[in-house]
């Protein structure tokens, strides 16, 4: 395949990833195995796995752990095998009713057969998540304070 033909086929593996992440839910974790290769690994700041199973006990536990997880791609690039893709992760953590969101982006790269082999996520765990948090969330602020004025 050529640059060009590689870079069309990454587009429709994306196409379908990004369709299934933002229309996911508990019942779709069955699709894992069609849309990531066996030896797919995954890694954000929490967890970092290989397998389509052990990618999906990671969405398994998201279900578990928070409210109306929902993904909303903002951007992507599309370049031979590889894509980058800028997302907004909204949610509540399980029996709370503020809502949360975290920006991110994931690096992701793709097989010939049109599954993704490489998904990496990356996003600011201290600043979209800890400094949330209250108590913690008041040290983390205090130390990036501190950390910017030296």
Avoid at 44 to 52: I, K, S
Wanted: proline share 5%.
């Amino acid at each position: 395949m050529n640059p060009a033909e590689t870079t069309a086929h990454t587009r429709a593996t994306i196409e379908r990833l990004v369709a299934f992440y933002t229309e996911l839910q508990p019942a779709h974790l069955a699709q894992i195995d069609q849309l990531y290769s066996a030896e797919a690994r995954f890694k954000d700041p929490f967890n970092e796995v290989q397998g389509a199973a052990a990618i999906r006990g990671i969405f398994e536990h998201m279900f578990h752990r928070l409210d109306h997880p929902r993904f909303v791609v903002t951007q992507q690039v599309v370049e031979e095998d590889r894509a980058f893709l800028v997302w907004v992760f909204h949610f509540a953590f399980r029996g709370e009713a503020t809502p949360r969101t975290i920006r991110g982006g994931s690096f992701v790269r793709c097989t010939p057969d049109g599954r993704v082999v490489e998904h990496r996520d990356y996003w600011d765990a201290a600043e979209e998540l800890y400094e949330q948090i209250p108590i913690l969330g008041g040290f983390m602020r205090w130390l990036k304070r501190r950390a910017n004025r030296a």
